[in-house]
């Protein structure tokens, strides 16, 4: 039997797109299936977050992805726009957003046409490699869904007809993310066993050997 893992995932997280890759790689190579679940980043849900975090917390970010994306060979810089759109004036973050919904949202979408995996990819890929600006803008986020086997006016349409259940939907996954043993993102659970943080991917590996992991 075919085993399986929960993805918690966010657009906003550099750490997601830091490791899908990865999990592509393994889904590709291995018999397992990965369960994208969006969830919508911590700005989003805790507007005061970043008022409140240690500011060596930021810092320590912005160093320690670039120098993971150099380690990992994988292009990446800051998206331009960011996914989540920050008062400067007072580090929070208001209700009226302009990208990370819709973005979560088609997340929700492709994972429920069983494209998930795929579409987080490109999409990641379109807004943090730094290949393109204003990714939000022109035919990048089109582009970046039809290489992911979707059809970006079908899910936007699909949207607008029950966007409830999207948000329905993302908050099922944030109480299964906590539920999984963690809060942050990109967390990896397989049978109630949390791995928060893209440098726990080996872990997972290890553990789904011992679950009988095998080669495509």
């Known amino acids: 039997m075919s085993l399986s893992f929960d993805l918690f995932w966010s657009f906003r997280s550099p750490y997601s797109y830091l490791v899908t890759p990865r ?3 393994l889904v590709a190579s291995h018999d397992v299936t990965c369960n994208v679940r969006i969830v919508y980043p911590i700005a989003v849900r805790q507007a005061d977050f970043f008022q409140k975090v240690d500011p060596l917390w930021v810092f320590y970010l912005m160093k320690d992805t670039y120098r993971t994306a150099d380690y990992l ?3 990446y810089r ?3 726009p960011d996914p989540v759109i920050m008062d400067p004036a007072t580090r929070l973050y208001p209700a009226e957003q ?3 919904h819709r973005l979560s949202h088609l997340g929700v979408v492709a994972a429920a046409r069983g494209r998930g995996l795929e579409f987080i990819r490109e999409v990641s890929h379109t807004i943090w490699s730094g290949t393109v600006d204003n990714w939000h803008e022109g035919d990048h986020m089109s582009d970046a869904a039809a290489r992911a086997g979707l059809d970006l006016a079908e899910m936007d349409a699909a949207i607008a007809a029950d ?4 948000i329905a939907a993302i908050d099922a996954n944030q109480t299964a993310q906590r539920a999984a043993g963690h809060y942050g993102v990109p967390l990896m659970a397989v049978d109630g ?3 928060f943080g893209q440098d726990r991917l080996d872990q997972l590996i290890w553990r789904l ?3 009988g992991l095998q080669p495509r």
């Open 163 to 166: 966007e409830a259940h999207c």
């Open 98 to 100: 302009p990208h990370i």
């Open 209 to 211: 050997k011992q679950k």
């Open 78 to 80: 800051w998206p331009m």
């Open 193 to 195: 066993e949390p791995f």
């Open 73 to 75: 060979g994988l292009p």
């Open 23 to 25: 999990i592509c790689d």
